[in-house]
């Protein structure tokens, strides 16, 4: 009996032990820290107010000095990269040390000490006898390079890559294949329909700004500049390089729909274009794609071209750089002389496409 006894307050003691976690709560707070407000802290900040922001620059002497000052800046910003660079590493040295222009039975070769200029394809660069400027522009681009880097870039050698543009052309005639030949065709023919000189703006109506137009020295419309200048473009070309041929404008006086060439027109044009020498044709190419006009190109070449002097009436040039670039760029000049020029972005594009378009103009002349 007392060990049955004992045993049940055993138990009954066990199970008054238990009872209280059977009775838990079914949740637990996970934070059990007090919250406390933010402190502000006080303004520490001592001294005037910052300067109020200074205009642009008006005068041209101001944007001339502050165009140094940045000019300045990255110079030193690129002497210091150079300086941090391996001075191991070959492409970032000149390693020649003259450059020369030797005369070869084929024509003029540029010399960098004793190793000619090579073109991408891995030959001699050979400019033909009759072009001893082109040649000597050449060495000149060479001469003014820093480091075989520079080299890498066209546009720090843009008449090299030009020549070199041609040799390849005319090894490729020589060899019987014209892909690059074709491929210049096609790509110049397509700006025909769309050809910068013969997009004239509709004729003024009456939403447009007319005051605007008629203020100061702007007594014309942009169609009416446009035809004016265009004009004795097509009437050489039409006379003298494509006799009988019609060349309409692209866009009507009342519509915005590109209207296209005959047909007729196109295939002489073609034609013309495809039987063009190596040199005319590369320099074609490069014043398509500058000016984005066909006949402006066109009519530089003839201007130029040592292929074409039987249709020049005397030595003197009337079409140059300043005459294909106005042409070209027509409608850009016209609306920045109305509404102002974007520094940096106007007066550059117009730089450029006289550079582009004297590279030509140095290539056919030799």
Request: charged share 25%; glycine share 6%.
């Amino acid at each position: 009996m007392n060990g049955i006894r004992t045993s049940s307050l055993l138990s009954f003691s066990t199970s008054c032990r238990a009872s209280p976690r059977s009775h838990r709560p079914i949740y637990q707070c996970l934070h059990t820290t007090a919250p406390k407000p933010a402190t502000p802290l006080p303004v520490t900040a001592h001294g005037p107010p910052p300067s109020p922001p200074v205009p642009a620059a008006t005068h041209s002497e101001d944007r001339v000095a502050r165009r140094r000052k940045q000019a300045a800046l990255l110079k030193r910003g690129q002497d210091l990269r150079a300086s941090q660079m391996k001075p191991g590493t070959a492409m970032k040295k000149r390693f020649w040390k003259d450059v020369s222009v030797k005369e070869v039975p084929e024509g003029h070769q540029i010399h960098l000490d004793s190793r000619p200029v090579r073109t991408p394809s891995k030959t001699p660069l050979t400019i033909p006898p009759t072009k001893p400027h082109l040649a000597s522009a050449i060495a000149l681009e060479w001469d003014l390079l820093v480091s075989a880097q520079q080299a890498l870039k066209q546009h720090l050698i843009p008449l090299t890559s030009l020549a070199s543009r041609a040799d390849m052309i005319k090894n490729e005639d020589v060899k019987g294949t014209s892909k690059s030949r074709q491929e210049i065709v096609n790509m110049v023919m397509g700006y025909l329909d769309t050809d910068t000189l013969l997009c004239w703006a509709p004729e003024r109506s009456s939403h447009d700004a007319a005051q605007l137009e008629m203020s100061g020295s702007r007594p014309d419309s942009l169609r009416e500049i446009q035809v004016r200048t265009a004009q004795p473009i097509i009437g050489f070309l039409t006379t003298h390089v494509w006799p009988g041929i019609e060349i309409k404008p692209v866009l009507d006086s009342d519509s915005i729909v590109p209207t296209p060439q005959p047909q007729l027109t196109k295939d002489v044009i073609r034609g013309w274009i495809s039987g063009l020498p190596a040199f005319e044709l590369a320099g074609l190419e490069r014043g398509v794609l500058a000016g984005k006009s066909l006949l402006v190109a066109v009519r530089l070449l003839v201007e130029w071209s040592e292929e074409f002097q039987h249709l020049r009436k005397d030595e003197r040039k009337s079409f140059g750089i300043e005459e294909a670039a106005e042409a070209s760029s027509l409608e850009v000049r016209w609306q920045t002389g109305m509404w102002g020029e974007v520094e940096d972005t106007h007066d550059v594009e117009k730089e450029d496409l006289k550079r582009q378009l004297g590279s030509v103009i140095v290539l056919l002349s030799g």
